[in-house]
């Protein structure tokens, strides 16, 4: 039986092989997704902001919101759960400007800016990123297969593709 | 004095219903005179959900939407979100426009800017009410339009009010124009010290 689960916003799930892991609609939010192909295990998570070092009372729930916090905590939890961090590799998807057209400066910079900060905190993890689709600005759904470590996109209006 | 969405309680709920009935009745009437047809509306449906359920309560998160973003700020800051999917948008576009779809049914430019100009008339009546009942002064923004999945859309005003929040409220209504029923949401994003200011201004400071 294969279990389908949705990854909300600021949220991040971990799972096995056969699941399927889905984050919907990413917008300037990405979905990261860690795979260790030895074991079958994975994480897929949804952030939507870069940087925790804004926040007043960053709690657990908090922690799962930013790219530089998500991420590690994320992983951790995958470890604790027998996966190995030397043979892990993200993908990652996500990122846009929804309102690309002279929308205000502040919100147009924060996928590009969660990109960044996406990249550095794997950087600073140790873990590759094998395949990433970032920025643009179209809505993206994201499903990982956790059997195979497929990632998909699906973009609106267009055909699902394999990342 | 409030300091949180989680404080929220059934009054404050009863009062963001209010704010959304006045808000929906007035764009309603925008969209009556714009359109040349009765225009009614449903009681307003209030929701207050966390950020990790909105997108997966839709009932279809990737469906293609329309969206329209106003900013505004002075007494009290925040974001106004009119989204409809796009079915229900074409439903206001074919009252506007004879070519707003091509044979395969996607929207044309002209579509497209009708649409737009609907959404963007909704936001703006809708803020209007409000500063209207309050005396609030408030300077607001162009309207940013986008046209994608829904639950993108949403997320968008979601993230500038996110350090601080974990919850918003939607308040989802309904036009009933000539036999149509168009589905629509009009969203009210602002931060916890002007919904209180709001709240204080409509009698319900708790």
Redo the contacts between chains.
């Keep these: 039986m294969i279990n389908s689960v ?1 990854v ?4 991040y799930r971990t799972a096995r092989a056969p699941d399927v892991l889905v984050a ?6 990405i979905g990261i997704a860690l795979y260790d192909r030895s074991t079958g295990l994975g994480g897929l998570a949804h952030i ?2 870069p940087d925790s070092r ?3 009372c960053l709690g657990v ?2 922690r799962k ?1 930013y790219a530089d916090t998500a991420i590690g905590d994320m992983l951790a939890e995958l470890k604790r759960q027998g996966a190995d961090s030397s043979k892990m590799s993200a993908k990652v998807a996500g990122g ?1 400007d ?7 400066a ?2 147009n910079s ?1 996928g590009a800016r969660n990109a960044i900060a996406v990249e550095n905190e794997l950087a600073r993890l140790g873990i590759p990123v094998i395949a990433r689709d970032v920025g643009e ?5 994201v499903r990982f297969d956790l059997a195979s470590g497929n990632v998909t996109i ?1 973009a ?2 267009k055909t699902e593709q394999k990342l | 004095m409030l300091k949180s969405y989680k404080e929220l309680n059934e009054r404050h709920v009863d009062t963001i219903g209010e704010i959304g009935s006045i808000g929906a009745g007035n764009a309603a009437s925008s969209l009556s005179r714009m359109l040349g047809e009765n225009v009614a509306i449903s009681v307003p449906n209030v929701t207050i959900d966390d950020y990790s359920n909105i997108i997966g309560s839709l009932d279809n998160p990737e469906g293609s939407a329309i969206a329209v973003l106003i900013h505004f700020e002075g007494d009290i800051r925040g974001i106004v979100l009119f989204v409809a999917a796009i079915e229900d948008a074409k439903k206001i576009a074919g009252r506007l426009s004879g070519q707003y779809s091509d044979e395969d049914g996607a929207l044309t430019d002209i579509g497209t800017s009708a649409i737009m100009e609907v959404g963007n008339i909704l936001a703006s009546s809708y803020l209007g009410s409000i500063t209207q009942l309050t005396g609030l002064n408030i300077d607001i923004s162009v309207p940013y339009a986008a046209i994608d999945m829904m639950g993108a859309l949403l997320a968008v005003p979601m993230i500038e009010f996110s350090v601080d929040e974990s919850k918003l409220f939607l308040v989802k209504e309904q036009f009933y124009i000539g036999n149509d029923i168009v589905d629509s949401q009009i969203i009210l994003f602002a931060d916890v010290p002007s919904l209180a200011k709001l709240m204080e201004r409509l009698g319900a400071d708790l």
């Design positions: 949705a909300g916003i600021s949220e919907y609609a990413l917008g300037s939010c939507m902001l804004i926040s007043r729930e908090e919101k846009a929804m309102f690309k057209s002279g929308g205000p502040l919100m924060i600005d179209y809505g993206r759904t699906q609106n209006g």
